[in-house]
T-cell receptor
Framework: AQSVTQLGSHVSVSEGALVLLRCNYS??????LFWYVQYPNQGLQLLLK??????LVKGINGFEAEFKKSETSFHLTKPSAHMSDAAEYFC?????????????FGKGTRLSVIA | GAGVSQSPRYKVAKRGQDVALRCDPI?????LFWYQQALGQGPEFLTY????????KSGLPSDRFFAERPEGSVSTLKIQRTQQEDSAVYLC??????????FGPGTRLTVT
């Protein structure tokens, strides 16, 4: 069975600083990997996804993530944090070789941005 | 176009009551998923439909939970004899066969 571990339930950065949210996964087959963002009282919005091909994936709002198979990691980064980035971020994995299967989510990391 | 919609957005039920949560997927989306998100946790899979067929219900926590999608479009998640541990946000997502999942805003269920 797959699992996702997000290190740090809460990360706080200053506005303009680097954002790094960590995600490690376990999967017995080549994974599909996702990052979602959730704003208060809203559903999840897809930031980016890795399926196959290029391991550095660029998403919306300036975020990117790198798939590192040797480290079983898919960390999310953004060079310069903005106040509007404050939200809950979830890493997820799909294990059945297709993006259209149930997702297994991590517990989430709450990002705070300090002015 | 319209996204995934869910109703009601908030539901308060007394313990023991039955509730029904509705999901309207994006038009033309074949697949529909239900997830449960407890406070401070990530979403957890409940069940999955492809058109009207329920292909996976392994995540339903008990036989009090039942989901249907009779015409392959709108889906209803029903919880019978609600318990306090059922309090959570219930998220619905839809997708094309090969596409990403689009999530609705969720229904926050509080059982008192």
């Amino acid at each position: 069975a797959q699992s996702v571990t997000q290190l740090g339930s809460h990360v706080s950065v200053s506005e303009g600083a680097l954002v790094l949210l960590r995600c490690n996964y376990s999967s017995s087959v080549p994974p599909y990997l996702f990052w979602y963002v959730q704003y208060p009282n809203q559903g999840l919005q897809l930031l980016l996804k890795y399926t196959t091909g290029a391991t550095l994936v660029k998403g919306i709002n300036g975020f990117e993530a790198e798939f590192k198979k040797s480290e079983t990691s898919f960390h999310l980064t953004k060079p310069s944090a903005h106040m509007s980035d404050a939200a809950e971020y979830f890493c997820a994995v799909s294990d059945r070789g297709s993006g259209n299967t149930p997702l297994v989510f991590g517990k989430g990391t709450r990002l705070s941005v300090i002015a | 176009g319209a996204g995934v919609s869910q109703s009601p957005r908030y539901k308060v039920a007394k313990r023991g009551q039955d509730v029904a949560l509705r999901c309207d997927p994006i038009s033309g989306h074949v697949s529909l998923f239900w997830y449960q998100q407890a406070l401070g946790q990530g979403p957890e899979f409940l069940t999955y439909f492809q058109n009207e067929a329920q292909l996976d219900k392994s995540g339903l926590p008990s036989d009090r939970f039942f989901a249907e999608r009779p015409e392959g479009s709108v889906s209803t998640l029903k919880i019978q004899r609600t318990q306090q541990e059922d309090s959570a946000v219930y998220l619905c997502a839809s997708s094309l066969v090969t596409g990403e999942q689009y999530f609705g805003p969720g229904t926050r269920l509080t059982v008192t």
